[in-house]
């Protein structure tokens, strides 16, 4: 049986990391896990999740929510604790994957087999990406990626001690304006086979 590996690939909004860990998965002809997850965990449950969807990676509204007696009345944060048992169940089994932000940094840590990584870039290439990727000015494209990486922060340090982006909390911490995705790639898969050696 081949060596387990976990890729958990954290991103900044319009950096590439989406890209970058979709090409992670196809190098090693493993599973990506992003949007998907919640199909998955439907499929495996064999419940509709359709109407969950909306509050995936969103941070609960302490407003509107309350614990008591270990029991949370959020539904965004009964759905990412749903993600993070299911994403345990899949590393303990042994399986191979990659997994897109869902604070799967820290909750899958203690795994030997995980390679922890943060993609960022320069703030004019996101724009630039933002807006060839969506059709978008670049005051919305501003205004989109201020959003996303807000509600990301939020989401993340809702749940985790460490902070979003702080790059002692990964691996690797990449800036994929340098390379670019493939040599972003290139790269990576370099340190993740030396990694695995």
């Not at 979709?22 to 990506?32: D, W």
């Not at 929510?65 to 899949?90: I, M």
């Not at 290439?125 to 509600?151: F, G, N, Q």
């Amino acid at each position: 049986m081949e060596k387990q590996l976990i890729i958990s690939v954290g991103r900044e909004y319009g950096s590439g990391g989406h890209e970058i860990a979709e090409r992670l998965s196809a190098h090693y002809g493993i599973q990506l896990l992003d949007h998907n997850l919640l199909d998955e965990i439907a499929a495996k449950k064999n419940v509709k999740m359709d109407h969950l969807k909306g509050l995936d990676e969103k941070h609960k509204n302490p407003l509107s929510s309350r614990t008591v007696r270990g029991y949370s009345s959020s539904p965004e944060e009964n759905l990412l604790y749903l993600q993070f048992d299911y994403l345990r169940e899949k590393a303990d089994s042994g399986e191979s994957f990659v997994i897109v932000g869902r604070c799967s940094e820290t909750i899958l840590k203690q795994y030997d087999s995980m390679v922890s990584i943060f993609i960022l870039a320069d703030r004019d290439k996101r724009i630039e990406r933002i807006m060839r990727l969506y059709h978008l000015t670049e005051s919305e494209a501003v205004k989109k990626i201020r959003e996303k990486d807000t509600s990301r922060r939020r989401y993340h340090n809702s749940f985790c001690v460490g902070k979003w982006g702080d790059c002692r909390n990964y691996d690797v911490s990449l800036n994929s304006s340098k390379l670019g995705v493939d040599g972003s790639v290139k790269l990576l898969t370099d340190y993740i086979d030396r990694r695995r050696q």
